[in-house]
């Protein structure tokens, strides 16, 4: 396994560099979630563009500097839409992000993913144990969006998919892992359940990694960054939340609150990251 040192003063460095540089991340998300990804963006300090007109997908991302293509609420169009911006950007070389949504769920989500994957190699692959797994080719049903495999056993399907891509893959969960083509591997074990019960923070983690990808070349070290930052952000959030006597709702605004005024002291109190040698 290859030898990698992160330290939490790299990751806070590339959580700098967001939010310096406002890398400019255009999503084809779903419809569901697109409000909280833009706000989580331009809390972590990027600029979100979501556009999907066959007409300008092109020339949008002509001036991104990542490319987000989530499948949630898929149909036909928004397909062709990801289709052409993905061919766009490999052709520009910027990086490109892949949530699986739903992968296995049905024949025409695993069939309009399969398009995809033909169309280029995305630079990550995020999504829970579940849809990894699907993507991979392993035999697994998902209850929606949700995953029926926890991370752990879904890690022998993501290295089959990092090998596949030659990109990075992020299975997210309790524990995260991110692991890349020439077998880095890092755990991270921060969050919260509550994370859970608000929709689209997983596909939020996804546009992060978009942003992080934009201003950090290594792609395993940016994912890992972004997935950091969430996982602290969900876990100070909830905390300060539950001390309040408040809810889920009132988390929602908490992470983003977290996103904009995060300290470096409380992010290297609280990481909790192991990469292996």
């Given amino acids: 396994m290859a030898e990698q040192q992160l330290s939490p003063s790299d990751i806070w460095s590339d959580i700098l560099a967001v939010r310096n540089n406002g890398p400019l ?3 084809i998300t779903n419809l569901v979630v697109m409000n909280l990804n833009a706000n989580v963006l331009l809390a972590a300090g990027a600029s979100p563009v979501m556009a999907h007109a066959h007409e300008e997908v092109e020339a949008m991302v002509g001036i991104a500097q990542s490319l987000v293509l989530n499948i949630g609420t898929l149909d036909p169009y928004w397909i062709e ?4 911006a993905f061919t766009a950007a490999a052709k520009r070389g ?3 992000v892949l949530d699986p949504v739903g992968a296995g769920a049905t024949p025409y989500r695993n069939a309009s993913l399969e398009l995809l994957l033909d169309t280029a190699h995305p630079t990550v692959i995020r999504g829970n144990g579940s849809e990894i797994m699907s993507v991979a080719g392993s035999s697994v049903k998902t209850r929606g969006v949700d995953s029926s495999a926890a991370a752990n056993d879904a890690l022998g ?3 089959a998919l990092a090998e ?3 990109g990075v893959v992020c299975v997210s969960g309790e524990t995260d892992h991110i692991l890349d083509a020439s077998q880095r591997w890092a755990r991270l074990s921060n969050g919260h359940v509550w994370m859970t019960k608000i929709t689209g923070v997983g596909c939020s983690a ?3 990694i978009g942003a992080f990808c934009a201003v950090q070349q290594d792609a395993w070290r940016a ?9 602290v952000v969900g876990e100070v959030a909830a905390e300060a939340v539950i001390a309040k006597h408040q809810g889920v709702g009132s988390m929602q605004t908490a992470m983003l609150d977290t996103l904009q005024l995060l300290d470096q002291d409380t992010f290297r109190h609280r990481l909790k990251l192991e990469v292996a040698a």
């Avoid at 839409?81 to 052409?84: E, F, G, P």
């Avoid at 994912?223 to 996982?231: C, D, P, R, W």
Wanted: proline share 4%; no cysteine; net charge positive.
């Fill in 25 to 27: 991340v255009h999503s």
């Fill in 81 to 84: 839409s990801m289709r052409l």
């Fill in 94 to 96: 910027i990086p490109v």
């Fill in 157 to 159: 399907a993501a290295r």
């Fill in 164 to 166: 596949r891509t030659q």
């Fill in 206 to 208: 996804t546009a992060l």
């Fill in 223 to 231: 994912t890992v960054s972004a997935m950091a930052l969430m996982g």
